[in-house]
Structure formats: structure tokens, C-alpha cells
């Protein structure tokens, strides 16, 4: 399969990767490939070329995780900044993705043996228009897919997935389906098009730089950051356990850091709850005081009710955004008739 | 055979904290030589004729003339430089230290952050240790920099903006995600009152949104004290394109 290298572990990689697995191991890695261009500067040949590589490297990593137990993996392959490089760059990266998703629209058996299930996060009306329908088509294709997860960011920033999460809450305010007041992390954390991901346990940066450059700022606040000097085409099996033992060395710390940050948030939902009660039972009342019973059976409905808008708005949003990619999807349908 | 991987895991792992316990304590040692060898030679530099009874020049005033030598030789400046400490134990010498340095560097914003809220929580506590770190080691010169706390919740400029004024901020969590999902509510409250529809919302607003309430300039440079390899829900949004390093305090370096 093209997305994903076929090829077994060494011995010695079997052995390590057996090692690793004893301890704790991380569900869903994200990666920013970095270093491509610079790669193909020190081996004499084309940007594109560098890029090639970049993607076979690609391939061989996610073999690994597969082989390492880790079934979710997220990359950072075109940042909307990137449209500021090169014409030449620019349409060759296209070029390179028309032919990596036409490729994968015939191996359709293969990835269903495999289980694949490949999301595409991003503004994809920055894209091509072909290029939109060959991503939606690959995407609708193994939407049933679950046993692993390949989410790759394209015409991705992370501000922008934020701005666009918070646009899809007041699309839901706008449309009567919650309240403003209903608008909380958790919400926005399932409004963002990481939505169908937990959040990564580890985010990995090669090439040396030690920026996160817009990838993914909300959902790695509690992810192990790992930065490595190896260029992304050089990657190794070896930097990828190198990373893997840097998350299980953080893992105790980030487990009580996440723990408190989830006790914070509920608190602060708790709060915000009874806040609203408290002005719906003032608008309500007549200057009468209302007794602690009744009032906790307030605030038992109004989260009910919260939580059924909520649940309802959410439901919208994921059709939403289904009929988009079935839409774009069977455009290409009827154009290739 | 799987108490023999188990096993060799734990091996694995106890190399690592022995190898990282090695590191810090030849950290240690290196840094002290290093400070040693400075101390002797920095009266040669300044060409100091009559050295003190003990035959070096003080601690302090090495310290003070160390601060100024290293603003000199930097080129360039961060504009806002974070301090997040994933430590489990928070010694506030350590980072009231390193906030003075910033200040003599000429660094002209300086925040401070964990994400379990102790600084926010002891903001006056550390606010002492800073103006107590500043007058020792910065001397005579400590007039020169005068520093503005940001009270928590408040913006408001009290003091004229002087040469060498610098900012500090005491952040925490809510400071990150919560802050971002207040505008957000702003922002619904407008469409829900029709004072704004779906096309006004974009980066640029949620943007502007965010710099009116608390206007924290994004981190050029966070320096991570500790362990913990994350940024712990420190500032999401303005963290685009800060550069984060790994640092190691030094324990008792300063006595």
C-alpha cells in the first residue's frame, strides 16, 4: 500500500518495540514533518524531490506506529502560510497530493484490510478544486474505517481551526440550536475539526526547530512536545522510540496536569450552570425566595436540557460537515460520467 | 515473556533517570568551575589593581556587572519572554532571579506561569522577591529599572512607560483556553443579540477580541524550567510561533 510502508520490523526493532510496550504507550501521535526542503539541499536534488522523500518517510512512520501499537496518527502536511512560497513550490506540493490521493483511491482493498480511515482537517476550499474532490472522495472511502486513524492537516492553521470552531457555534446560536451561554471548552474542543480525535499524547518536531508554527495549539496543551534535529526524510525507527521514551519519562506528570486541568473544567461548568439558574430563576420569581431543593432540581434540568441542545447541535454539525464531503465527493462523480 | 519485556522496561527507564540525575549534577559542577574561573578573572578584565581581603571581588558585584555584560553582548531581544515552571516544587528565588536578569538584559515583557495557578495564587509573595532580587542584585542601578505588575484581570497602565521599564505578568490557565472561550461566548452573544452575523467572525477578530481584555503580546521565546516536556495550557493562542526551550535552574546557584 502506498500511505502505508509493508515491511516488518528487525529483529532488534521487534525486540525494542516489545520493550517500549511494557510501559505506557501513546494512543494518537501528531507530527510535523519538517525539514524536506533542507534535506534536498544537502543531498543535491530538487525541492520536489525532497518532498517525495518526505512522503515515502511518511509511509515508513506510520508503519512504525502501527508496529508500536499506536492506532491515531495526525500531520502537519500544508499550512495555509505555505501558499506564500513559490508558485512552483506550491503547485508541485498540489501535484504531489493529487498523486498520493488518486493513488490511494486504488488501493481501496487494501485499505480496508488495514482498516484505515483517513480525515482531512483543514479550509479545503483553499485547495484545488480537483484536488478537493480526489480528498473527499478518499475520505467518504474509509469514513467506515476503524482500526486506524490517519488525520492529515492540508490548507491547516491552527488559528484558523479555532476561529472556524468558534464560527460553527454561533452558526449553532444562529440556527436556535444552543445558547451563547451554553458556548464552554469542552464545546469548542468538539467543534474543531479535530473533533472525531482525542487530543495527541505526543507531538513530534523534526528538523530541529522548536516552534509549534500553528499546528494543533489547542489540542497539544497537555501533549508531550518532542523536538528532534533529524530531518524528516532521515527519520528513523530509532528517533521514533527516542520520542516514545521521552512521552512514558512525562507521562506521571502529564497524567495529574491533565487530571487537574479536567477537574478545573468541570468546576467551571458547575459554575456557569448554576449561574444561568440563578438568573433564570431571578427572571422567573417574583421576589420569592426559592428553596434549596427546588433549586438543585433546577439546575439537575437545566444541565439535562443543556445537555440534550448541546447533543442536538452536534449532531447537525457532524451532518454538516458529512454532507459537505459526500457532496464534494459525488461532484466528482458526475464529472468523471 | 512478557515479565521479561516488563522488566527490561524498568531497566530501561532507571538508566534514564540515572543518566539524567548524572547530567544535572555535571551541569552543576561545570557551572560552578565555570563561575569560579570568572570570578577570578573578571577583576583582570576590569583591571581591579587592589582586590578585597579575600582576594576576589564580591559575589555581588560580579553578578551585577555580569548581568549588564550579558544585555551588551546579545543582538537581539526577545519582546516577551515566558517563564513556565513544570516543576513540583517552586522555589520563588530561583524565578525572581531570572525575572531581575530579564530586566537587566533589557527585556521589556516578562511573564511567569505554572499550571496549577501557585504564582497567581502568591502573586505578592513573588512580586517581594523580585524587587528584594532586584535591589541585590542590581545595586545602585535598581532605580534605573523600575517594573510594573500586572495586576490579574486589570491592563491599566498606572505608570508613565519610562526607558527601562519592564512588564511582569503573573499567568495561569485561565489565562490560555478560558480566555479564548469568553471571547468565544462574546462572540455568540453578538450573533444571538444580531449585532454580528457569521461572516464577521474570523482569526483577525477572535484576534482583537482576545488583545482587548488581557493585551499579552505573543512569546518570541518561553524558557521551560522542569521535567515536564509540555507547555501545560500556556497562552494556546499566542504560542503560534514561540520558540521553546529547555532550561535547567541550577539550584543555589545564586547562595
Redo the contacts between chains.
Sequence with gaps: MSWIRERELSFLERLTA??????PMPKHVAFIMDGNRRFAQKAHVQRQEGHSQGFEKLAETLRWCLNLGIHEVTVYAFSIENFKRSKEEVDGLMELARQKFSRLLTEQENLEKHGVCIRVLGDLTLLPADLQQLIAKSVVATKAHNKCFLNVCFAYT???E??S???E???G??QGLI???D???VL?SECLYSSNSPNPDLLIRTSGE?????FL??Q????????QSVLWPEYSFWNLCEAV??Y???YQ??QK?RD??RE?QAL?QMEEDRSCVAELLQHRGNGKLVDSQSRQKELLNYIASREERVRCFLNALQHKRDTFFSDLSSQAFICYL | M?IL??M???F??AL?YVQRALVAWFRVHIWRWKRAVVGLLLPLALGLHKPKKTGTISKRTSRRVRCGADGRTLEKLPLHLGLLI?EEEIHFTDVANLVVWCMAVGISYVSVYD??GVFRRNNSRLMEEILKQQQELLGMDSSKYSVEFMKNGTDKQEHQVLSCQSVVKVLS?DD???S??Q???Q???D??QKE?T?KD???T???SLLRESKNIPDPDLVLKFG????????L??H???????RCFIIDRCWD
Design positions: 516489545n520493550i517500549l510496550k511494557a510501559g491552527s488559528r484558523y479555532i476561529a470552531a468558534v464560527k457555534m454561533a452558526w446560536v444562529e445558547k451563547s451561554s458556548v464552554s471548552e469548542l522548536v516552534r509549534l508554527s500553528d495549539l489547542w497539544t496543551s497537555y501533549s508531550c512536545l518532542v523536538f521514551l521521552q512514558q519519562l512525562s506528570s502529564l496536569a487537574l486541568h478545573g467551571q | 512478557t519485556y516488563e527490561a522496561w524498568r530501561l527507564h534514564f513544570t499550571n496549577q490557565p490560555g483556553r478560558l479564548i472561550v471571547a468565544a461566548q462572540l455568540c452573544r450573533v444571538e454580528k457569521l467572525i474570523n482569526v477578530v477572535l484576534d521535567p515536564v516536556e509540555s507547555t501545560l495550557g500556556f494556546p493562542w504560542i503560534r510561533l514561540t520558540e521553546i526551550m
